[in-house]
């Protein structure tokens, strides 16, 4: 059970004991006050002088003490050493005494039997009636806190599958029509879950017809760009600042590119294939050393190789695009480490570089879309990492930066891939 329930429960229960204890001391109070002495002395002292004064004139008052109507009354004479009248003494906790000195001077004991003492606790068979009622008002407090935490556990549960990207998810009819507060909470989270939904389904939308209309735009003016360009040779002229246009377009096109892959990583149909992790790893660092010839990544493999179900588009489209991170921000007299490592129940993918690091207050931050280390030496746009990272999570895994004692950068890709039956 969680914190919540223990809370409750031990709120419920407290305020079970505690009424419980309140009215015992009310029902107390009003006993002694409704049985003391001075009550009962005004209430049987008639009573005891009338039969007094008949035991004083001689006569006999056994007789009628034993036919007498009220016997919660009893008299002692204390100079006969006898009972006057009444028979019933009662035991000391259920009877009140006091002292009586007739007009003749003689000394008399007056006895009132009173009721017991009222109880809530229930008189169960046996010597433990404690503990009895005690049970009675744990379990009591048990089901009672079961009942108040139950929809709260689930509210939890759906605010959790909301987190983790599942906004299709709707709780059942039975939270959102309680006629309470918490039926009320029910209906606004998913009136709020189904309204996040569609302004990210109209954000990806945008993004995708605005990234395509681009498109034809930016082509048709690298086109002109380069018709300009040789325009301006065959006059002799100066064609850096034509390049320059050109490279600005390329910088557009390679933005909208980036922004279309994170778009499909957050949004694409995953195609899922039965695919060796090693295979498609040593795929992927094949075409980035064929890009960057003049650079060096090593790789290496451990643990028990094996053929796994998973979104091989999504794969590469992680692993790219951390090694493009490291190769950008590492030396280049520097190589990079891809090591794989396959166990029983999970697969961690480590890409490491010997560049200068990142702040341990900016590591989370780095996932953030157009965020990235100020240098100006380092073309980029900040969407390697976001893009990596929803790649990551589409696949189901996690992705975390540390920076490494001897310097540089380590990226961990932790996947629990489902084996594939061979």
Known sequence: MKTLFWKVFSIVLLSQVSLILVVTL?????????????????????????????????????DVGRRGRDY????????ADEMIYGRRWGSPENRRTWNYQSESGKEYQIFVQIPPRESLLPEFVGTYPVLGAFSTVLVFSWLLTLLLTRPIRRLKSHVQDLAEGDLDSRLETGLTKRRDEIGDLAKAL?????????????KQRLLFDVSHELRAPLARMQVAAEMVRLQAEER???????????YEIDALNDIISQLLQLARNESEALSIDKLGLRERIEEVVENMRFSWKNRKIDLSFSGDPGTYRFSSSML??????????????SPQDQSIEVEVVELDDHQSIFIRDRGPGIPDAKLEAMFQPFTRMQSESIEGFGLGLSIALRA?????????????????????????LERAND
């Open 26 to 62: 009310l029902l107390n109070v009003e006993y002694e006050q409704r049985f003391s002495e001075f009550e009962l002395s005004e209430q049987f002292q008639p009573t005891a002088e009338f039969w007094i004064s008949h035991y004083e004139l001689g006569l006999d008052t056994q």
């Open 72 to 79: 919660s009354l009893s008299i002692y004479s204390a100079e």
């Open 190 to 202: 998913d009136e709020m879950s189904g309204r996040i939904q569609t302004l990210l389904e109209s």
């Open 236 to 246: 002799n002229e100066d064609p850096a600042l034509h390049d320059r246009v050109s």
């Open 316 to 329: 590469c489209s992680a692993v790219k695009n951390i090694l493009e991170n490291s190769l950008k921000y």
């Open 392 to 416: 990551v999570e589409t696949l189901g895994g996690s992705m975390e930066l540390t920076n490494r004692p001897q310097g540089g950068l380590e990226a961990e890709v932790k996947l629990s």
